[in-house]
């Protein structure tokens, strides 16, 4: 058996090549919300900037439209990850790969698949109150 090209490995899991990848799943699981209709809110992604994914959440209440939003830019270090309305910071990640070889985020010491970065992000806007 070859050896394992870590190298290789690790050049794919380059921090622009996971942002491009965590746009497609953002994108996936904003359509899935939208999709159920959670809350009667409707849910938007925006990914104009390059370097910026924005996923929205607006409800309707009688006449005013109340919004939310999570920003997800990438920096030459890491993803940051904030709520748009407090601009609290509401983590970091970075992209590593894990024992077997696999492409993960890390956040806090701790290795997350893309899902599970979009469930911790987004988990809120689609399920919280507004």
Not at 27 to 54: M, P, R, W
Not at 67 to 80: C, S, W
Not at 98 to 116: A, F
Request: glycine share 8%; with cysteine.
């Amino acid at each position: 058996m070859g050896a394992f090209n870590w190298v290789a490995a690790r050049q794919s899991c380059s921090l622009a090549q996971v942002f491009q990848t965590l746009k497609e799943v953002l994108d996936s699981d904003v359509k899935a919300a939208q999709g159920l209709g959670i809350l009667g809110a409707e849910f938007k992604i925006n990914t104009d900037a390059t370097n910026k994914i924005i996923v929205g959440r607006s409800q309707n209440c009688g006449v005013a439209v109340t919004g939310n939003a999570v920003v997800f830019e990438l920096t030459p270090t890491e993803i940051r990850v904030k709520d748009s309305r407090t601009e609290q910071h509401l983590f970091s990640a970075r992209p590593s790969l894990d024992i077997v070889g696999e492409c993960l985020l890390e956040i806090d010491g701790q290795p997350y698949q893309l899902w599970q970065v979009s469930r911790k992000a987004l988990e809120d806007l689609f399920f919280g109150q507004v």
